[in-house]
């Protein structure tokens, strides 16, 4: 089976850092719910969900971000909206998200925005769990890691936004 691209970058990362990891071949799964159902041995709450959001500061200052937090969450507008003292925050569009992705579809992009130059805010939640797993650029696969080292392999702001 080919998977897109940055399968084999993010399991080059976690392989070349030592960090231990485990990967799994699934049915296609968009949501997080979807996801927990064929992810064996992981719960709904492990799962790092990544949204693209795009923040308008002012109409001439407005750039895409990437949010992460468990999967049993949904991040808090007004908490996001304060933490970039914006005036407006929308989810990025398919086409925003296929741009700044190199063509991951929505529902496959890992919660490694700094493979593509974005800011990543991580909701402290997300490593109250040793493990997390996610969608590693395609609905198709997922990798499992600690969440202490995705903090070293990321470097997000860690903010509560739920």
């Known amino acids: 089976m080919e998977y897109h691209e940055v399968v084999t970058k993010i399991v080059g990362l976690l392989k070349d850092g030592g960090y231990w990891y485990e990967t799994f071949e699934h049915e296609p799964v968009r949501t997080s719910e979807e996801a927990a159902k064929v992810r064996i041995g992981y719960v709904l709450a492990q799962g790092a969900k990544a949204m693209i959001v795009r923040v308008k500061k002012s109409e001439s200052e407005k750039f895409l971000a990437m949010l992460v937090l468990p999967g049993d969450k949904r991040f808090d507008i007004a908490k996001v909206k304060k933490f970039f003292e ?67 392999v990321v470097e997000p702001k860690i903010e509560a936004i739920t």
């Open 86 to 152: 914006s005036k407006d925050i929308r989810f990025a569009t398919e086409e925003e998200v296929g741009q700044i992705t190199g063509g991951v579809q929505p529902g496959g992009v890992p919660p490694l925005g700094n493979l593509f130059n974005l800011p990543v805010i991580a909701d402290p939640t997300l490593f109250e769990n040793e493990k997390i797993i996610f969608n590693a650029g395609d609905k198709r696969f997922s990798v499992a890691m600690k969440s202490e080292d995705y903090k070293k």
